[in-house]
């Protein structure tokens, strides 16, 4: 059964190119409302945490030191079908495949600087919201 929230994460390299205000105003145009907000920064040890799920991919090294390479904007964003309707929001992985008007096709780099996560299930969304913020952090 779908939820209403997912879990988001402005990236490094979105952060760094100042594209949070054009991002978040394209989630907030898509009409998610915003439950929680964070711009943190990711240590080695958080970010191999967070991405443990992928520690067995060639990837994983990369992933993490790119994710604690500096600050990004957390979010727990609230939307009827928000996981399904949040991807679809942002697009492909590679910024090459992603549809016209994807946050990804305006402004990621690359497949590995794609500018934004998304959580990719209800179940995911939770335990990455959960990470990120405590109950009294929500709204």
Do not use: C, W
């Not at 080695?44 to 600050?71: C, I, W």
Request: charged share 25%; hydrophobic share 40%.
């Amino acid at each position: 059964m779908a939820t209403n929230r997912t879990f988001t994460m402005i990236k490094p390299d979105a952060v760094e190119n100042n594209y949070i205000g054009g991002i978040l105003k394209m989630i907030n145009d898509a009409g998610f409302r915003i439950v929680a907000l964070k711009y943190t920064k990711l240590s080695t040890e958080a970010a191999g945490k967070f991405y443990e799920v992928h520690k067995e991919r060639p990837f994983y090294g990369e992933l993490v030191t790119y994710m604690s390479n500096g600050p990004i904007v957390a979010a727990i964003l609230e939307k009827d079908n928000a996981v399904a309707d949040f991807r679809t929001l942002i697009g492909a992985t590679d910024p090459t495949k992603a549809d016209e008007g994807t946050i990804r096709k305006i402004y990621a780099k690359s497949i590995a600087a794609n500018a934004v996560h998304g959580s990719d299930s209800d179940e995911n969304a939770q335990i990455e919201g959960d990470f990120f913020f405590s109950k009294l952090e929500r709204f």
